[in-house]
């Protein structure tokens, strides 16, 4: 058990539809991290905050939305999903920044988009 | 940007031969250098790091040497089992704070 948790674990839904992913780091880590697995388009980091604020964003799409609360749980916002969305989305967590840290990594939540 | 190259897989192979997965890097700068492991049905977990050249990760058996001088970390394993069973992914971070990974190698060991 790496201590992230993510839920839900498995989530359908239909094209045009938003969803919310929810992640919460392990006790003590400060930065949370979003990856989307694809068959076709591998591991994709998506973005990152740390303590609240964003951090570093990657391939994420203007569709796509996230932020970290107070409390430093962070949500993934999904909106207007296409089938291509697609994938295991996956929530990190470290202690701080990741230039040399290990990351700790959820379960993922599996969306279908149908 | 900062980028890592994996050999493709799969690669299949039986119980105690010898594993050896590519990767080269391209970044500005000394960035550092993973591995992570992703067995069926989990998320990643770290297998190791080396944050400077010439430093050696290892774990479970599992060993890779940061060369700066051919931009790799190749890992390797001398005698693999089947529960080393899984997706291997090689990742690196720069001066941009992102983790980035290469495609993933599938490997296969049957008993």
């Known amino acids: 058990d790496s201590g992230v948790t993510q839920t839900p674990k498995h989530l359908i839904t239909a094209t045009g539809q938003r969803v919310t992913l929810r992640c919460s780091p392990r006790?003590?880590?400060?930065?949370v991290y979003w990856y989307q697995q694809s068959l076709d388009q591998g591991l994709q980091f998506l973005i990152q905050?740390?303590?609240?604020?964003?951090?570093a964003k990657g391939n994420i799409l203007e569709r796509f939305s996230a932020q970290q609360f107070p409390d430093l749980h962070s949500e993934l916002n999904l909106s207007s999903l296409e089938l291509g969305d697609s994938a295991l989305y996956f929530c990190?967590?470290?202690?701080?920044?990741?230039?040399?840290?290990?990351?700790?990594f959820g379960s993922g939540t599996q969306l279908s988009v149908l | 940007g900062d980028s890592v190259t994996q050999m493709e897989g799969p690669v299949t192979l039986s119980e105690e031969a010898f594993l050896t997965i590519n990767c080269t890097y391209t970044?500005?700068?000394?960035?550092?250098l993973f591995w992570y492991v992703q067995y069926p049905g989990e998320g990643l977990q770290l297998l190791l790091k080396a944050t400077k050249a010439d430093d050696k990760g290892s774990n479970k058996g599992f060993e890779a040497t940061y060369r700066k001088e051919t931009t790799s970390f190749h890992l390797e394993k001398g005698s693999v089992q089947v529960s080393d069973s899984a997706v291997y992914f090689c990742a690196l971070t720069g001066r941009d704070y992102k983790l980035s990974f290469g495609a993933g190698t599938t490997v296969t060991v049957r008993a």
């Open positions: 970044a500005t700068g000394y960035p550092s």
């Open positions: 006790s003590g880590d400060l930065s």
């Open positions: 905050y740390y303590n609240g604020e964003e951090r």
């Open positions: 990190a967590s470290s202690v701080g920044s990741p230039a040399n840290e290990k990351l700790f």
